[in-house]
């Protein structure tokens, strides 16, 4: 590898596109881009596939989709995998594809500055050890890059560990102990589950409305259920048909405090990206009272906290399942196509192409199956451009397979 010095005077050309993440949406593109015949270099700032779910996630998580939904272009999920496949099976099925398709990622290279040059009309990316150009940049870091922490007042002040779930692991080490929990997802309701399997007592804060389904009726999963009554019937009616399900497993969810939208689940989803929570039990906690549900904090003291209904209670520890948040603003000197936030201003499905070659994977908020729509698209636009400039693939190169259509709602 070049020193920093010979980087500045001598920068790597890649004659291929140039990917920013080596999660699920950066592995997908240089998979179908190497099905095609079409080199690619992968940046990672970590050292490992995955960081995301190697180094930020608990234990006990598994997928909320069933597998199938969860796939990456080209290669489906071994057949002896449970339908819900745990933190460690899709770790070495991430591991599995990138060997299959002999991806190799520069590891350690977290980048400083990506920018188009106008005068070479490349895009030039800055890492710690070197500037990599190329005609070609895809944003892959996704919409999950950095951990959100809000900024609670008095948070400072709390003498107790405070954790956000990307460095939470276990139960074991809350065991006994009455912990608050700020967050009401997938995350948190997972956690306060987990927290109850040691013997604590989580304290779930809920600010917001939210939707709650099972994750599974009569057997088969809600996610399957409406994707497969939405190729037959309007959006609301299917929410409606999905809300009467819910109520009817799991009750009236007003009354543990979880308030539902007006919207329903699916149109929700798709119009802000707000996932509804997928119950794997923490429902029944809930109703049980183990897991306490309270409302919006006011403040953290030293101790504890005070909430605006006007309750003040002591805890221990505090877990900030409060999500995460795009980095690309960091780094990425483009302002057109992303905004502050670092999400395409282009809705799905439109979001993939910006201009000068910029693309971007892995922000669609619609999990994996986005991914790989994305992730073909790309694919096809960049093998496209990249023949015309290295002449015709042979058809060997080239297999059928990766051609591969996605079915969206897209109301």
């Not at 995955?50 to 489906?76: G, I, N």
């Not at 991914?371 to 015709?392: C, L, R």
Request: charged share 20%; with cysteine.
């Amino acid at each position: 590898m070049n020193s920093c010095l010979e980087a500045e005077h001598s920068p790597i050309f890649v004659n291929g596109p140039i990917i920013v993440g080596a999660g699920p949406s950066g592995l997908s593109v240089a998979a179908c881009l190497s099905n095609r015949g079409v080199p690619s270099v992968i940046l990672e700032r970590t050292d490992c596939l995955a960081s995301l779910w190697q180094k930020r996630t608990y234990d006990r998580l598994k997928l909320h989709l069933p597998k199938h939904f969860c796939e990456l272009p080209l290669m489906k999920f071994p057949k002896n995998f449970p339908r819900y496949p745990s933190k460690q099976q899709f770790i070495s099925y991430i591991e599995s594809y990138a060997a299959r398709f002999n991806i190799k990622p520069v590891f350690n290279q977290p980048v400083e500055k990506a920018e188009f040059d106008v005068v070479s009309c490349l895009w030039k990316v800055k890492t710690q050890d070197a500037v990599y150009t190329s005609k070609w940049l895809v944003v892959a870091t996704g919409e999950n890059a950095e951990p959100v922490v809000p900024d609670i007042p008095g948070l400072k002040n709390f003498t107790g560990p405070v954790v956000h779930t990307s460095a939470y692991k276990s139960g074991s080490e809350f065991a006994n102990r009455k912990v608050l929990v700020v967050g009401c997802g997938n995350s948190g309701m997972e956690v306060c589950l987990d927290l109850c399997r040691y013997n604590a007592l989580p304290h779930m804060v809920v600010r917001n409305p939210l939707h709650v389904l099972p994750r599974d009726f009569f057997g088969l999963s809600s996610f399957g259920i409406a994707m497969t009554l939405l190729k037959w019937f309007p959006l609301k009616l299917v929410d409606n048909f999905l809300l009467l399900l819910a109520n009817s497993y799991l009750g009236n969810t007003d009354r543990l405090g979880l308030r539902r939208p007006k919207t329903g689940p699916i149109e929700l989803k798709n119009a802000t990206g707000k996932t509804p929570v997928l119950d794997v039990g923490a429902i029944s906690l809930i109703q049980s009272g183990q897991i306490r549900v309270r409302h919006a904090v006011k403040e953290l003291t030293k101790k504890g906290a005070k909430f605006v209904d006007g309750q003040e209670m002591e805890f221990e520890s505090i877990i900030l399942a409060t999500g995460y948040k795009s980095n690309v603003p960091d780094w990425l000197k483009e302002n057109s196509f992303f905004t502050k936030e670092g999400m395409p201003k282009t809705p799905f499905p439109n979001g993939w192409k910006g201009e000068n070659g910029l693309y971007t994977v892995g922000f669609t908020k619609r999990g994996l199956l986005g991914t790989a729509f994305d992730a073909v698209k790309i694919a096809e636009d960049i093998t496209d451009q990249w023949m015309k400039s290295n002449g015709p693939l042979s058809a060997s190169n080239i297999c059928s397979s990766c051609i591969i259509h996605f079915h969206f709602n897209k109301s």
